[in-house]
């Protein structure tokens, strides 16, 4: 018994590092190698908006570290349950379906909502600019696009 709460106390940990692999796409958030370099700013108004999915580690292998700490985890708790030579076949299930596991749920964590936006720049042309939903613009809404010197494009309203 003791060992399936070591094996609680991995699970939960594991769960709280993953929580922190997701990246921050709020239009507030600045990386910290912006900070005192020009921005190039554009006037636009929003033509469409429409709520997406941002998504890293498409497929479940590129969730490598939810893989590995639900195998150990998933490992740990099949050897708790098994006996004898049963207790290699355990462990085995136990670390594949913990890994299997680790992995979705890293790419559950990493997935995030998002918005979609299309502008019409004033002088012209159109972009199309993937951020948070920290900022809610409308269609028909003026705002400012900005393009940090690193490519990171975000829209504020004007």
Known sequence: MKKVGICAILCGGFLLLLG???????SSAYDAQTL???????????I?????????GERLEDNKTGGIMGA????????????GRGRVVTTAAGALAGAA?????????????AFEYVVELQSGGLRTVVQGTDV?????QAALL???????SRLIPR
């Open 20 to 26: 922190g692999c997701a990246r921050n796409i709020s």
């Open 36 to 46: 005192g370099a020009a921005s190039a700013t554009y006037p636009c108004v929003v």
């Open 48 to 56: 469409k908006v429409r709520k997406v999915k941002v998504e890293e």
């Open 72 to 83: 150990i985890a998933g490992g740990a708790l099949g050897n708790a349950m098994g006996g």
């Open 101 to 113: 596991a680790g992995a979705y749920a890293e790419k559950t964590l990493k997935s995030q909502e």
């Open 136 to 140: 809610s613009l409308a269609p028909g």
């Open 146 to 152: 900005v393009i940090d010197p690193n490519g990171r």
